[in-house]
């Protein structure tokens, strides 16, 4: 069998647990990657349309921890949990985000971050433990479109930084 072969029917494997939403986002890889690693931009962005975050606390290392609570527009608040599991700057970060350390529906993400000429094109990929979870995510909680207005988020936060820094 070849890679392309075994590539194939490894992506199969997760294909039914996974959700993957891509963004190109002008600009650089180090200015988006650095978007997620400071608790200061991560506030200023994270969440879909409507939300707020507040941090309980914020490490930004393998084996570190974002401990934080999402407030929806209705007033409902979203315990949230994230340890970093990878850190490749400013390639690539790994991360498991549930409810609270220890949380068996836990989900894996991977943030990839590669350059599109002077742009960045980021790709999420997640995983869940189970089909019926990610399928959860999806309907009751509206995962993919959560996520792509979290990344437009993400998009219009650093394309202001640059903005700023341009006239600065």
């Known amino acids: 069998m070849s890679a392309t072969g075994r590539g194939a029917s490894a992506q199969s494997a997760t294909a039914d647990r996974e959700i993957v939403i891509s963004r190109v986002i002008d600009a650089p890889p180090e200015l988006v990657f650095e978007a997620f690693t400071e608790v200061r931009h991560l506030s200023r ?32 608040d979203y315990a949230e949990w994230i340890s970093w ?4 700057p400013p390639e690539r970060i790994a991360l498991l985000h549930g409810e609270s350390r220890g949380d068996p529906n836990a989900f894996e993400s991977v943030l990839t971050f590669e350059p599109d000429g002077a742009a960045t094109r980021l790709e999420m990929r997640t995983v869940f433990p189970t089909r019926g979870l990610r399928d959860e995510a999806v309907e009751k909680y509206h ?15 650093v394309t202001e930084i640059v903005r700023k820094g341009a006239e600065g």
Not at 55 to 69: A, C, I, K, L, M
Not at 85 to 88: K, P, Q, R, V
Not at 143 to 157: C, D, F, M, P
């Open 45 to 76: 962005w994270w969440g879909p349309e409507g939300f707020t975050t507040t941090t309980r606390s914020f490490e930004f290392r393998v084996g570190g921890e974002w401990d934080f609570v999402m407030h929806g527009p209705d007033g409902t």
């Open 85 to 88: 599991t990878e850190i490749a």
């Open 143 to 157: 995962a993919i479109e959560g996520g792509r207005q979290t990344l437009s988020n993400l998009a219009g936060y």
